[in-house]
């Protein structure tokens, strides 16, 4: 059966107490909303997204990321609520699945099993040990009776346990005949989506409850809502990788974008941060180390290296305090305390304790290149734009500001020069 779906993303996010949007707040490196929308596209190629509180911010990530969405603004003030944010919204399928944006923990296994079956109306629902403070879902026969909020259960409904998850699919005619027929005669004046079961089971078509798991339906809105998504999130991303094949010391201390990918046999140790799009290819990212939107191929860092944005290591060994920052380094050593930005460094080169490649001028950023089987000594400032060419020594020490050629030792110091008895000239002698 063909799915269209609709993702509710309007809302304002009060409780988060932010001036980001509620749906672009990121877990694991992505924004709630983008997570909601991966599992949407596992099953549809007709996804429509529903907005109206910074709703021209909110499309304007969504297009950055995604192609081929489709955007409906909500018209709050005359139709606020769940069912006016329906309102207008045309999709092209046979069944509709609505989603809510905040929903970032949701699978596609889920997805699946609410838009499975040939009822009109597949309703997600929950058990809960604690009901309390939400509307009860009444069923009889395996078919949802009616919801009833809590402040109008009688004593026996009280005492379910089945409580509304919030996701729908419909039989996308019932949702054309319904939607338009909502009202907003309640204490809120607000045209709610519930009140679509009411009116299907009135016609006597079939409503199915479909139960889901808290943890996949858990609504984010609040930081502390926030804080559990991401801890739920890093433990699927860690298993999953764990079982396919990667290695990590004390997992719960390590995160892990949800964007990062690792291939061969790689190895995290504690404390270790993997962020933003990193390939780890067959490496070893040691303590306390972190790796941003890079590429780490056949190499280690660390413990307590850092490795920036837009860098690619190849066969390469970096250090405790070593940052690298935009910068492609194959067969290299960096052993400790160096800062490489801006640079390529070829094979066979060694890179000493203290060196710092001085790529910014206060308006621009410069260009290193390294060329083989240099050695460049400790504490050297390499200011840039600088060339090194192959099979060059720099002498400990140095300052380097022009380019160097094959095969030259290359040294920039003060000479050095000796005070005799000085010390006890300046102090008297004891």
């Not at 139960?211 to 999130?233: M, P, R, T, W």
């Not at 094979?347 to 000493?352: F, Q, R, V």
């Amino acid at each position: 059966m063909s799915i269209s779906v609709v993702i509710l993303a309007a809302g304002q996010g009060t409780r988060m107490k932010s001036s980001t949007p509620k749906v672009l707040h990121e877990i694991s490196g992505k924004s709630m909303l983008f997570h909601a929308i991966d599992a949407a596209q596992e099953i549809s190629d007709d996804i429509t997204i529903v907005l109206y509180h910074q709703a021209t911010r909110i499309q304007e990530e969504i297009e950055a990321n995604y192609s081929g969405m489709h955007f409906h603004l909500q018209d709050a003030k005359q139709f606020p609520g769940t069912g006016g944010a329906m309102k207008g919204v045309k999709t092209k399928n046979s069944r509709t699945l609505i989603l809510n944006g905040d929903m970032p923990l949701i699978t596609k296994d889920s997805l699946l099993a609410l838009t499975s079956g040939e009822a009109d109306i597949n309703m997600s629902v929950i058990k809960l040990h604690n009901p309390t403070g939400y509307g009860r879902v009444i069923i009889e026969d395996e078919k949802v009776l009616e919801i009833v909020e809590q402040k109008d259960c009688n004593k026996t409904q009280l005492l379910t346990s089945t409580v509304n998850a919030g996701i729908y699919a419909v039989d996308t005619t019932l949702l054309e005949k319904y939607i338009p027929a909502l009202n907003n005669n309640n204490a809120q004046a607000e045209y709610y989506l519930t009140d679509i079961i009411k009116m299907a089971v009135d016609e006597g078509k079939s409503v199915n409850p479909v139960y889901v798991e808290e943890e996949e339906f858990k609504g984010v809105n609040s930081k502390l809502d926030l804080a559990h998504a991401e801890e739920i999130l890093q433990r699927r991303i860690k298993i999953k990788w764990m079982q396919a094949g990667v290695s990590m010391r004390l997992p719960e201390t390590i995160y892990i974008d949800s964007r990062a990918t690792f291939e061969g046999e790689c190895m995290l140790e504690n404390g270790v941060s993997i962020q933003g799009a990193s390939r780890i290819i067959s490496s070893h990212i040691k303590t306390h180390s972190v790796v941003e939107a890079s590429h780490i191929e056949n190499s280690d860092v660390g413990p307590m290296g850092r490795v920036r944005p837009n860098s690619k290591l190849v066969d390469t060994h970096i250090g405790n305090f070593v940052e690298v920052k935009k910068s492609t380094l194959t067969g290299v050593k960096a052993g400790h305390l160096a800062y490489i930005g801006d640079a390529t460094i070829d094979e066979g080169s060694n890179i000493g304790a203290g060196v710092i490649t001085c790529n910014y001028d206060g308006k621009n950023k410069y260009q290193t290149i390294i060329g083989k089987n240099v050695f460049v000594g400790s504490d050297t400032q390499l200011v840039a734009p600088l060339t090194l060419a192959d099979d060059v020594m720099v002498a400990a020490g140095s300052t380097i500001t022009k380019d160097v050629e094959q095969g030259s030792l290359v040294l920039s110091r003060t000479p050095q020069k000796s005070i005799k008895n000085f010390f006890y000239k300046f102090f008297g002698k004891k």
